[in-house]
Structures are given as structure tokens and as C-alpha cells.
């Protein structure tokens, strides 16, 4: 699948099974495990940190707000 993110101009190609990086609180990293409402719902399982997702093992996260690794 082709998403774009808001900071760059080309749209890039991702998988499920992808790595991409993300903020929330600070940056992050989660694998792509499926799609769902214009995001990808990703999962770390050593968990997410910070306020609003610390400690979840998956999150969604909006196409605009990722970025490859």
C-alpha cells in the first residue's frame, strides 16, 4: 500500500510486517500488523512508552504521522 506522511513529498510503500516510526510523546517504533481508518495499527511488543500510549503492546496510528525505516 502507498501512503504519504506530511513531511515528505513522495509517497512511500508499506507492508504489514514493516517497521515504521511514529511520535507520540516521543519517537517511536512499531510493526505494522494491519490497516484500519486511514492508519495503520502497529505493535511493539516490549511496549509503547509515554503518557497516552505507554505501556500498550499496539496502537493505531494516522498514514500521515509515519515514517519509514
Known amino acids: 500500500m502507498k501512503i504519504r506522511n506530511k513531511w515528505d513529498d ?3 510503500d508499506v507492508h504489514k ?3 515504521v516510526g511514529f511520535k507520540s510523546d ?7 500488523i494491519g ?4 492508519g495503520l495499527i502497529l505493535q511493539n511488543l516490549d ?3 509515554g503518557d497516552y500510549i505507554g505501556g500498550d503492546a499496539q496502537t493505531l496510528v494516522f ?3 509515519v515514517w519509514k525505516l
Open 17 to 19: 510486517g514493516d517497521w
Open 63 to 65: 498514514f500521515d504521522e
Open 10 to 12: 513522495e509517497p512511500f
Open 47 to 49: 511496549g509503547f512508552c
Open 26 to 32: 516521543i519517537e517511536q517504533e512499531g510493526q505494522i
Open 35 to 38: 490497516f484500519r481508518n486511514g
